[in-house]
T-cell receptor
Framework: ETGVTQTPRHLVMGMTNKKSLKCEQH?????MYWYKQSAKKPLELMFV???????ENNSVPSRFSPECPNSSHLFLHLHTLQPEDSALYLC????????????FGPGTRLTVT | GQQVMQIPQYQHVQEGEDFTTYCNSS?????IQWYKQRPGGHPVFLIQ?????EVKKQKRLTFQFGEAKKNSSLHITATQTTDVGTYFC?????????????FGKGTLLTVNP
């Protein structure tokens, strides 16, 4: 248990569905991250929030929409996804950005049909 | 953009043998972090190296950061079955005001008992 929880753990959705992934950290951190992990690809950074402000959008398609209402919660809203978006989506947090270790949640295994 | 290359992609060893994974960055890094991901799990932080030429040890694990701060290695002495997993290096580039952690593809280590 790393202090970072993610729900749901598994999600199957059709290409026309809208769903949201939720991440919560209980570590008092100020930075939160979304990563995508696909087979045979490195961990891909998607979004970074530092003190609730988005500081990084790594050229992510607009069908992925992040939301960070406070430093403890992070959402990833999904709509009209493609099958190639199927992957493990990992949330992480750190004390702040810049040279701090990241604590990862267990991930949401997403399958787009 | 910044690239972090990691080799080998896979390594299979007999229990008791040594193991090394190498990481090379296309740019000078402010720091490098190492993570371990067990099969079916999520990345877990192992260590961070900051100084040029730095060497850190954790029991059977030895981490090195190159003099030019562009490469790093992780060496495991006398592997055990508990060492199985994927080892990722992640380099942080402090260019500008945004910090971005770029992960290598990882080295999957399997250990034959």
């Amino acid at each position: 248990e790393t202090g970072v929880t993610q729900t749901p753990r598994h999600l199957v959705m059709g290409m026309t569905n809208k769903k949201s992934l939720k991440c919560e950290q209980h570590l008092g951190h100020n930075a939160m991250y979304w990563y995508k992990q696909s087979a045979k690809k490195p961990l891909e950074l998607m979004f970074v929030y530092n003190f609730k402000e988005q500081t990084e959008n790594n050229s992510v398609p607009s069908r992925f929409s992040p939301e960070c209402p406070n430093s403890s919660h992070l959402f990833l809203h999904l709509h009209t996804l493609q099958p190639e978006d199927s992957a493990l989506y990992l949330c992480a947090s750190s004390a702040r950005t810049g040279g701090y270790e990241q604590y990862f949640g267990p991930g949401t295994r997403l399958t787009v049909t | 953009g910044q690239q972090v290359m990691q080799i080998p992609q896979y390594q299979h060893v007999q229990e008791g043998e040594d193991f090394t994974t190498y990481c090379n960055s296309s740019t000078t890094l402010s720091n490098i972090q190492w993570y371990k991901q067990r099969p079916g799990g999520h990345p877990v932080f192992l260590i961070q190296l900051v100084k040029s030429g730095e060497v850190k040890k954790q029991k059977r694990l030895t981490f090195q950061f190159g003099e030019a701060k562009k490469n790093s290695s992780l060496h495991i002495t006398a592997t055990q079955t508990t060492d199985v997993g994927t080892y990722f290096c992640a380099g942080e580039n402090s260019g500008g005001s945004n910090y971005k952690l770029t992960f290598g593809k990882g080295t999957l280590l399997t250990v034959n008992p």
